[in-house]
């Protein structure tokens, strides 16, 4: 691209040439645009779905109609999990005692795979117990042996003691997943029994739990635990008291009483105890409507009639009365003038506010002093009343107050714009 010269001095070239790169074109160098449509089913044969797509925008003459886009359907690992999935239909077998697992049978839903197959898995202890004592088979167990770490399994070996040999197995192997118990087997652990009476004397009572697991050789072989008594009733040593209800409020001293008399316990007891408190309101009653704010004295009323039930000695009504609208700010006075400043070791400038409107606790007149200086020595700022404002020009309306006292800094108050 050439440029020639538009603005500069004699040491600027009269033209100077740009370059740049070209800008790289676009896949679609024919401008033919697709829409997309749906994938359409996986193909089991190929393991591949189609979509369609149609054309959106572009040269029909140059454009294909349609174009067909393949891809790979996504498959689970076969390593790890197939893709055939199967529904019950059957419920879960009896327990066979020879092998300890039950069977179910499952239809396939999804995939191409064995259309029934049979799961297994092993007996349950509540159910595997039942077989076995149904066939009267019963074993000895043997000490669990230490987790292997390969598998996470624990294993222990059962003999036949007790059963019919044809029946039942002469020995079988259980295993199962690790637990803390297998991984720390130094770890003591007890059960519990029931809990002991409760000791009067100290109304505490106690439990002995025996060594369930753990090393008898670094384990105690019972640990005693205590605890409150949660009931109090049969322990003699306890004061027992009956509360009685609350007495009716005594009018001189405003208070309610109640007693509570001992029914157990030792002679240590105090036979009776005595509460007293303040009594609730008496009179109550049911509250008016405000009346509307009286003008002149900013004050509201309302009229609250006495409840049913209340003592004899209550009022029958109530007046109340409360403030309303601004009355204590409706003093408004003139703007006034300031005075010039006095003669004083300090001069002071004065202004005197005639009252324009406003209440009866409004003062007639208010007189404002202010000193002609301020505390750092310098010139005080002191203003003449406000003008209004002018006419719109250019978007802005002003208005302007005079300085009576002060140089430039005090002008930059003296002036107000706003918006027309």
Same mark, same amino acid.
């Given at each position: 691209m050439l440029m020639t010269l538009k603005t500069g001095g004699s040491q600027c070239p009269q033209t100077k040439t740009r370059e740049k790169d070209c800008k790289r074109q676009k896949k679609s160098s024919k401008g033919c645009?697709?829409?997309?449509?749906?994938?359409?089913?996986?193909?089991?044969?190929?393991?591949?779905?189609?979509m369609v797509k149609t054309l959106k925008r572009g040269d029909p003459n140059t454009c294909k109609p349609t174009m067909t886009v393949e891809k790979i359907c996504k498959r689970k690992h076969q390593g790890l999990k197939s893709n055939c999935k199967y529904i019950k239909a059957s419920?879960?077998?009896?327990?066979?005692?020879?092998?300890?697992?039950?069977?179910?049978?499952?239809?396939?839903?999804?995939g191409r795979c064995q259309p029934r197959i049979n799961?297994?898995?092993?007996?349950?202890?509540?159910?595997?117990?039942?077989?076995?004592?149904?066939?009267?088979c019963k074993y000895d167990k043997s000490a669990w042996r230490p987790c292997?770490?390969?598998?996470?399994?624990?294993?222990?070996?059962?003999?036949l003691i007790e059963g019919d040999p044809s029946v039942c197995n002469a020995?079988?192997?259980?295993?199962?997943?690790?637990?803390?118990?297998?991984?720390r087997p130094h770890l003591c652990k007890y059960r519990r029994t029931? #809990?002991?009476? +409760? $000791?009067? =004397? !100290? *109304?505490?009572?106690q439990m002995v739990k025996t060594l369930k697991r753990g090393d008898p050789a670094k384990c105690e072989p019972t640990q005693t635990i205590e605890k409150k008594c949660k009931s109090k009733k049969n322990n003699v040593n306890v004061?027992?008291?009956?509360?009685?209800? #609350?007495?009716? +409020? $005594?009018? =001189? !001293? *405003?208070?309610?009483?109640?007693?509570?008399?001992?029914?157990?316990?030792?002679?240590?007891?105090?036979?009776?105890k005595q509460y007293s408190r303040n009594c609730k309101k008496q009179?109550?009653?049911?509250?008016?409507?405000?009346?509307?704010?009286?003008?002149?004295?900013?004050?509201?009323?309302?009229?609250?009639?006495?409840?049913?039930?209340?003592?004899?000695?209550?009022?029958?009504?109530?007046?109340?009365?409360?403030?309303?609208?601004?009355?204590?700010?409706?003093?408004?006075?003139?703007?006034g003038t300031w005075s010039e400043c006095d003669t004083t070791e300090n001069p002071m400038r004065t202004r005197t506010q005639i009252l324009i409107s406003g209440g009866s606790n409004c003062k007639q007149e208010k007189i404002t002093k202010k000193s002609c200086k301020k505390k750092n020595g310098q010139v005080r700022c002191f203003y003449g009343p406000w003008g209004e404002f002018d006419a719109c020009k250019n978007g802005v309306q002003k208005k302007i107050r005079h300085v009576i006292q002060g140089g430039l800094e005090c002008e930059l108050k003296s002036v107000k714009m706003k918006a027309c």
């Open positions: 645009v697709y829409k997309k449509g749906r994938w359409g089913e996986c193909d089991q044969t190929t393991n591949v779905k189609v419920k879960w077998g009896k327990c066979d005692p020879k092998t300890g697992l039950k069977s179910r049978e499952m239809v396939l839903k999804k799961e297994t898995r092993p007996c349950g202890n509540k159910k595997k117990k039942k077989e076995e004592n149904q066939n009267g292997e770490a390969a598998s996470n399994t624990v294993s222990r070996t059962l003999t020995t079988k192997v259980q295993t199962k997943k690790c637990k803390d118990r297998h991984l029931s #809990w002991g009476e +409760c $000791d009067v =004397t !100290t *109304n505490m009572r004061c027992q008291y009956k509360m009685e209800p #609350w007495s009716g +409020c $005594d009018l =001189t !001293t *405003n208070t309610i009483t109640r007693r509570q008399v001992l029914t157990s316990g030792p002679a240590t007891c105090t036979p009776v009179c109550r009653f049911e509250s008016g409507e405000w009346s509307a704010c009286d003008k002149e004295t900013y004050q509201t009323t309302r009229v609250d009639r006495l409840r049913p039930g209340s003592l004899a000695t209550c009022p029958s009504a109530r007046v109340l009365s409360k403030k309303c609208g601004k009355g204590e700010k409706k003093c408004v006075y003139g703007t």
